[in-house]
Nanobody, 115 residues
Framework: QVQLVESGGGLVQAGGSLRLSCAAS????????MGWYRQAPGKQRELVAV???????NYADSVKGRFAISRDNAKNTVYLQMNSLKVEDTAVYYC?????????WGQGTQVTVSS
């Protein structure tokens, strides 16, 4: 079993920055993909950014150039640095880990960007 615990959400003004963290624990296969998804009210959950255990990244077009995903494999932790935040970035952000055909989710952390 794998547990994911997110931290770092909150309220920020447009143009500001936040950094999300997600620590994984449990039986973690070393080859995996970790990432962040988000869900705004009334909308479907969408990919924000993912990173493989080898460091390959993929971003949603809406966050390219503003967000940066990174990970520390020794700590089984993934980070999301969010800069130049926009009101439309407001959502619950969920940490995700995919490994060996299994998908795990964190409980979510709220990010609210005010105008």
């Amino acid at each position: 079993q794998v547990q994911l615990v997110e931290s770092g959400g909150g309220l920020v003004q447009a143009g500001g920055s936040l950094r999300l963290s997600c620590a994984a624990s449990g039986s973690i296969f070393r080859i995996n993909v970790m990432g962040w998804y988000r869900q705004a009210p009334g909308k479907q959950r969408e990919l924000v950014a993912v990173i493989t255990s080898g460091g390959v990244t993929n971003y949603a077009d809406s966050v390219k150039g503003r967000f940066a995903i990174s990970r520390d494999n020794a700590k089984n932790t993934v980070y999301l640095q969010m800069n130049s935040l926009k009101v439309e970035d407001t959502a619950v952000y969920y940490c995700n880990l995919d490994a060996r055909g299994y998908r795990y989710w964190g409980q979510g952390t709220q990010v609210t960007v005010s105008s």
